[in-house]
């Protein structure tokens, strides 16, 4: 049972509350608590139990203010959304757009107020993601009418270079920061736009420039396998073999790409989720094997 069946059977028995989570994306919301928790704890030797907290702070922080850009997408889109998504909470008319955006700047206020709490720069940092966040979705600086691979390296800044300099810059040193950060970029770069594929009628309607509807599968295929071979060669001019782990992954989502799972997206949409959670684990184990 997909989530097309699923969330108007939960609506049934959960109401409006269901409408409020599925805003959020649960399922999007793993990776940057994971990146909060493996990545705040990588450089340290000794882990306390107040370095444990410390991490989980900040993995629910970057989960709040992911949390408030999906929120704000699902504004920005509720009239495609009622093309290619019409079960979505906004385009069924079970949560109103005004309340959306109140949730969205809700979870946004809360996440710096938070951040600010940890560190001066985690703070400045999570007012950038957030920065990259809305103004992806809204005007005047959003990429999705520009370029497809503006729009997709957009994108990859805000969830896979800034999350990891995030991280890490509040027990870690800039240097180790910028090697995974990069490795982070070129991931979400590579992976990113198999969000799109189901979305193609609808982004051609409004003109919104991504990777699947500009250049379509193939041109998909050959964006995943060029930033996994730059993934890879970063990797290796570092010594960051672990890291290579990943990339038995991307071939599976090259294979997987029209596929869908129980969640409205693909299999490989599931890969790059799953996989941006893992960078942070196997650098938290590959630090320790250094």
Not at 36 to 64: K, Q
Request: glycine share 8%; charged share 10%.
């Amino acid at each position: 049972m997909g989530i097309e069946k699923a969330y108007p059977r939960l609506r049934g028995r959960l109401g409006r509350l269901v409408g409020y989570v599925q805003l959020v994306r649960p399922f999007t919301l793993v990776a940057p608590l994971l990146a909060g928790i493996f990545g705040v704890l990588t450089p340290l030797e000794n882990i306390t139990f107040n370095h444990f907290l410390i991490a989980i702070y900040v993995g629910v922080t970057l989960a709040l203010a992911q949390g408030a850009g999906q929120c704000l997408n699902q504004y920005a889109d509720v009239e495609l959304d009622k093309i290619v998504k019409p079960y979505r909470p906004l385009p069924s008319g079970l949560i109103t757009a005004e309340e959306a955006l109140g949730l969205a700047w809700l979870l946004a206020m809360f996440s710096v107020a938070r951040a600010f709490t940890i560190s001066t720069f985690f703070g400045l940092t999570v007012v950038a993601l957030l920065f990259f966040a809305v103004f992806y979705s809204l005007a005047p600086f959003s990429p999705r009418r520009v370029h497809p691979l503006v729009n997709t390296g957009w994108m990859a800044i805000s969830r896979g270079f800034l999350p990891m300099y995030a991280v890490l810059s509040i027990f870690g040193s800039m240097e180790t920061a910028w090697q995974y950060s990069v490795l982070a970029f070129f991931w979400v770069m590579g992976m990113q736009a198999t969000k799109d594929i189901g979305d193609v009628q609808g982004d051609k309607m409004f003109g919104i420039k991504t990777i699947p509807a500009s250049y379509g599968i193939n041109g998909l295929k050959a964006l995943m396998v060029s930033c996994s071979i730059l993934y890879s060669i970063y990797a290796l001019s570092f010594g960051l073999y672990i890291m290579l782990s990943l990339t038995p992954l991307v071939a599976l989502a090259v294979l997987s790409l029209k596929r869908k799972t129980i969640t409205e997206n693909t299999v490989s949409w599931t890969i790059f989720y799953a996989g941006l959670g893992l960078i942070y684990i196997l650098m938290f184990i590959g630090e320790r094997l250094l």
